[in-house]
Structures are given as C-alpha cells and as structure tokens.
C-alpha cells in the first residue's frame, strides 16, 4: 500500500521516494523494548545492503514528534523515521504488534511481514535475501 507520512524534519517520507529499490518498514515505538533492541541490527543492514538498493525506513507508531526525536537523538540513529501518528498506516499494513518488519521488493510488492524483532543479523539476512537482487 501506499505510505506518505510526515518525518522528523517536517518533510515527508513517502514509498514513492524508494521507486525501484528493495524496502524493509519497520513499525515500531520508543516505549517498545524489543523495539529498541533491534534498532542496531537495523542500521547495520541498512549501510551493509544499501549498494544493493535496500531502503529502511522506520515508521514511529502513534508517539508525540518530541518524544520520537528525543529517542532518535539520543541513539544517534540516522535511518529515515517516518511518523504515524494516528495510527492509519500502521492499520493499513495490519500491524497487530510490535516491532513489525514489511519487507517490500524492487517491484513494490509486499513479499513478506516478519512479527517480532529481529533476534540476530542471520535471521535478518535470510529475511532480506527474500527482497534483494
């Protein structure tokens, strides 16, 4: 589905923007410890993976702008945070817990949703090899 959402800088994030290139969503909450225990895992495969095209994007479910800023500062986190407010995306993409990885191919497709977090960087492999040329 279709994702546009305000981001930390008061620009906007959208799928668009990431148009042929392999993207893992990630849905979670700074309240969320499971949550914060992948957020390394994470950024790691984003700059290992990103010479193959993989986009991560993080997408804050329903917490306050500060409070999401705070979190990203304070872990010096430089992945691309997009905030859902309301909680609408998060319903689109049948979000039923937190963290939620959507791992989205080249073509734009969903190819699968991993529930849960991300135990160790194998389990991640394996996930994205799913998305990755």
Not at 54 to 70: I, K, S
Not at 82 to 93: F, G, I, K, P
Request: charged share 20%.
């Amino acid at each position: 589905p279709a994702l546009t959402l305000d981001n930390l800088s008061g620009g906007r994030i959208s799928l668009s923007d990431d148009a042929g290139r392999a993207v893992l969503l990630n849905f979670w909450a700074a309240w969320c410890a499971p949550c914060v225990e992948e957020m390394p895992l994470l950024a790691g495969a984003a700059a290992q993976y990103e010479g193959q095209g993989l986009a991560v994007v993080l997408v804050d479910v329903g917490e306050e702008v500060g409070v999401v800023r705070d979190f990203v500062d304070e872990r010096g986190l430089e992945l691309p945070v997009a905030l859902d407010m309301n909680n609408e995306t998060s319903y689109v993409y049948r979000v039923t817990g937190y963290p939620t990885s959507v791992l989205i191919d080249d073509q734009g497709r969903v190819v699968d949703v991993h529930r849960g977090v991300f135990t160790d960087g194998a389990v991640l492999r394996q996930e994205l090899t799913q998305i990755l040329p």
